[in-house]
């Protein structure tokens, strides 16, 4: 499919790519990009053979965030059309933290503002040494609003009030310090390293996959009680599953489970 903004694949293996595509702006957010990127993710999470998803960037900067023209126009617009735009990103930001597969951000260069909130949805980001990275909106009267949920997260209140309140840019390593970035490469040895994230994956049932995603958010937004009741009922159903099935079938026979490629390793 052809889009504007973004640019989107899927490999043989089930690799989906989703890459911001406005380099000439540093991949600045606009609506169009925010209705397009949120086909794209609905498209892959649909799609029984996508494995696993790369978020990326075109040009020399992950995301700058929002683009500003595109900010300064709403501002004459009617109070639900202000609103409807808004959602957009709230919505793309959800889609993908709840993507039905892994998310891999490939983080080829610096991010700012909004672009923190992608790479805060990534199950595993892995960016350059050489990049920085800041929440740029006080500097300009704004807000991190959609972005908040997920940053936070990401980092924890303490350090989202350092970041969000002064626009104070870090370094990749200070990233990794604060877990924004799981790990932080040199230019040279990015794609080695995203690729190793992509393989690791792939040798991950895809069905356990979409629920432990769904396990880590539930259980970490319930209480004891609550959790109980749900990872005892996921165990239950676990059980009965044909995926379970084959994975300890596979072990005991000492062969590959079904979802692994041939000629790679199951350990």
């Known amino acids: ?79 639900t059309r202000k609103v409807s735009e808004a959602s957009k990103l709230a919505l793309w930001l959800r889609e993908l933290d709840t993507l039905s597969k892994p998310l891999i951000g490939r983080i080829h260069g610096p991010a700012y503002a909004g672009g923190l909130g992608l790479i805060s949805v990534c199950d595993i980001a892995i960016g350059i040494d050489s990049s920085t990275f800041a929440i740029t909106e006080a500097r300009l009267g704004l807000i991190p609003a959609m972005i908040s949920p997920y940053v936070i997260s990401r980092i924890g209140a303490a350090r989202a009030r350092r970041m969000f309140l002064n626009g104070r840019s870090i370094s990749a390593a200070e990233a990794v310090h604060y877990g924004l970035l799981d790990r932080a490469v040199a230019p040279a040895e990015l794609d080695a390293a ?18 432990i995603k769904r396990l880590i958010a539930y259980v970490d937004s319930h209480e004891f009680p609550d959790n109980f009741l749900y990872t005892v009922e996921r165990i239950a159903d676990m059980w ?12 005991v026979e000492k062969r590959k489970p079904a979802w692994v490629r041939p000629g790679k390793t199951n350990h």
């Not at 994230?197 to 049932?205: K, N, P, V, Y």
């Not at 009965?240 to 072990?251: I, K, N, V």
Request: glycine share 10%; hydrophobic share 40%; net charge negative.
């Open 240 to 251: 009965d599953d044909a995926e379970a099935q084959e994975g300890l079938t596979s072990f």
């Open 1 to 79: 499919m052809t889009y504007e903004t973004i640019k989107t694949s899927v490999d043989a293996r089930g690799v989906a790519y989703l890459t911001l595509s406005r380099p000439e702006v540093h991949n600045a957010m606009n609506s169009l990009m925010w209705d397009e990127g949120r086909d794209a993710v609905q498209r892959f999470d649909r799609d029984g053979g996508v494995r696993a998803v790369v978020l990326a960037g075109d040009g020399p900067s992950f995301c700058s965030g929002g683009d500003l023209k595109y900010q300064l126009a709403q501002r004459d617009g009617a109070r």
């Open 194 to 211: 995203v690729e190793e994230e992509i393989e690791l994956a792939l040798r991950c049932a895809p069905g356990a996959v979409a629920t």
